[in-house]
């Protein structure tokens, strides 16, 4: 059985969203864009630990954005071949498909309804599949220490259960044999001087308190004289070699307790139930390689269908991207990119290749995306947000080098994810040489007009201009630039704007050069002429860069106003656009 599709109406921060899953999803998104709403709405279907009263849910459940006074959650489940799911949906079920839906009105009372397709669904008396068909969910505010104090004795007891008659023959033997050794060990620690004589008034005080009392006396023992309640209550203990360790660090109290989670399940597994898992943010308190460990150990140690939320760029790395949900907020409502889980996703990313890494991950949290070519870039654009008190961790801006001018995989993926996205590119002039010329061209154009080429039908306006003018970007190498190639030049810059791509008028070496930071770039670099500083600027880059702003940072906001900083001025306007509703609150 596999959960393959949710559709939420009017739930929370949902309006009217559907979501595709694999067997192995990743959920991820911003703080507060629904992730474990989501998951709720699935508990709502199949977790058995939710009560009746839990079901009929409360006003505040009900989108307010929208002013919702319905809520539908309907789950479609495919591949169902397990007998107990046979049985339990029967008429139900159709090429292995079954439909189940939760409707719940204001001011009403909730229905469940089952049937093969939604034209088919029937009302049933209450959730009665989850006795063969439930979601085991472990949230972020698990108290370690409380579920392993739970679980222990529930872990021991499904193991018994799961032995042999030879096993548990053996085992009552050697039980008989631990209480005749703990036995022993309490009568030696009774003959021990210091423990004995502790005790001696408290006893001579009790008898003179009750007759009853008399042939009664008080003993120390080691912690427990009966070997059946010794067992029962046996308490976790880390250990490395033969020696013992305080469970301790919330990082290995986190790997402890999902590691026995996991192991519960293997346990409890049953041909007579299905069960699938979801579970939130399992990174707590590790730290990367542990986390990206994490992430293919939940992988790969769970047979069933297991759904997990995370905030960890690094568990995002470990995930194939057609496996990943992409939960983002538009108009106040949660929205999956893709629809959910999507070989598209899979398609954009196959081109980024290596690339996706932690840094790049970063991506998949963020609401906007300003990319830039490399390091010194990065560096450049983080220190005048900052000096400008740019907030761009408010905004969840993110700056990222393509690290060359590969830019197209990253636009592809951000159009994936429906996340606004700006870039700034050189404007440079290249050589192209063949058999017969030498002539020069602007790189930068070039390079532009083939990421919007992917992105627009032939009938752009730009596009269009391309086509007529694109032999005018080449001239000969001999020539000084023509009209002709300054003018096409000049109108793909401007026109290109409005799709987020920004050139500059050469590169940022130059552009700094040819700003307000002129002065301060002479003299930190202690060089006059225009071409020398470029050139000393360019030579390791990145140092030199960290060099600058590390000394003049503070003369940073003399560029406030430059076009240097409009591609990152327009991103801030685009993320805090696409925050606001578009629904009048006051209505609701």
Not at 149 to 166: A, D, F, G, P, T
């Amino acid at each position: 059985m596999r959960l393959e599709k949710l559709h939420i109406k009017g739930f929370r921060n949902f309006d009217d969203t559907e979501i595709s899953f694999r067997k192995k999803t990743l959920i991820i998104g911003a703080n507060d864009v629904g992730k474990t709403n989501l998951l709720y709405a699935l508990r709502i279907l199949f977790d058995k630990t939710l009560s009746e009263h839990d079901l009929e849910l409360s006003e505040s459940d009900y989108n307010a954005y929208t002013g919702a006074d319905e809520i539908e959650i309907t789950a479609e489940l495919c591949e169902v071949t397990e007998d107990c799911l046979l049985s339990t949906f029967s008429g139900a079920l159709k090429d292995g498909k079954t439909v189940i839906r939760y409707t719940n009105q204001k001011n009403g009372s909730y229905k469940i309804s089952n049937g093969f397709d939604v034209a088919t669904l029937s009302e049933l008396p209450t959730r009665v599949y989850i006795r063969k068909l439930n979601m085991e969910y472990v949230d972020t505010n698990r108290n370690m220490f409380s579920f392993l104090n739970h679980e222990r004795v529930k872990m021991l007891q499904l193991s018994k259960e799961k032995l042999s008659h030879e096993d548990t023959v053996a085992d009552d033997e050697k039980t008989k044999e631990i209480q005749r050794r703990l036995d022993d060990i309490n009568k030696d620690i009774s003959s021990l001087q210091y423990v004995s004589k502790s005790l001696e008034q408290v006893n001579k005080e009790l008898g003179e308190l009750s007759v009853h009392n008399e042939d009664q006396t008080v003993h120390y023992v080691a912690g427990e004289s009966n070997a059946d309640k010794l067992l029962n209550n046996l308490v976790l203990e880390y250990s490395t070699g033969d020696k013992s360790l305080a469970i301790g660090g919330d990082g290995r109290n986190n790997q402890i307790f999902l590691s026995t989670w996991i192991a519960k399940q293997h346990i409890q597994e049953s041909i007579d139930h299905v069960t699938f898992y979801a579970i939130e943010e399992p990174e707590a308190h590790l730290h990367p390689h542990q986390q990206r460990k994490l992430a293919s150990y939940i992988k790969d140690n769970f047979h069933n269908q297991i759904l997990v939320t995370t905030h960890s760029p690094q568990i995002v790395s470990q995930f194939n991207p057609e496996n990943i949900v992409r939960l983002y907020a538009q108009n106040k409502c949660s929205i999956a990119a893709c629809g959910g889980c999507s070989f598209k996703l899979q398609n954009v990313f196959s081109k980024f290749s290596y690339r996706l890494n932690a840094l790049s991950a970063e991506i998949f949290f963020s609401d906007g995306v300003f990319l830039v070519e490399g390091v010194s870039e990065v560096l450049f654009y983080s220190a005048v947000a900052k000096e400008l008190n740019l907030d761009l961790d408010r905004n969840n801006i993110s700056i990222l080098s393509v690290e060359g001018i590969g830019f197209k995989p990253y636009v592809a993926i951000c159009n994936a994810l429906k996340i606004p996205w700006v870039l700034r590119t050189d404007n440079d002039i290249f050589l192209k040489s063949t058999k017969n010329t030498n002539t020069y061209y602007y790189a930068g154009i070039s390079r532009i007009i083939g990421i919007i080429s992917e992105l627009l039908d032939e009938s752009d306006d730009v596009i269009n201009y391309w086509k007529n003018h694109s032999n005018e970007n080449e001239w000969a190498i001999n020539d000084d630039i023509p009209e002709d190639a300054k003018q096409l030049n000049e109108y793909i810059r401007t026109n290109v704007k409005k799709f987020g791509i920004y050139l500059s008028d050469i590169d940022l070496e130059n552009d700094m050069m040819n700003s307000k930071l002129n002065e301060t770039l002479k003299s930190h670099y202690n060089i006059n002429d225009s071409e020398g500083l470029v050139k000393a600027m360019k030579k390791k880059k990145a140092e030199n860069m960290v060099n600058f702003l590390d000394e003049c940072h503070t003369k940073l906001p003399v560029i406030k106003n430059s076009d240097i900083l409009e591609p990152l001025n327009t991103l801030i306007v685009k993320t805090s656009e696409k925050a606001r509703p578009i629904y009048d609150e006051s209505t609701n």
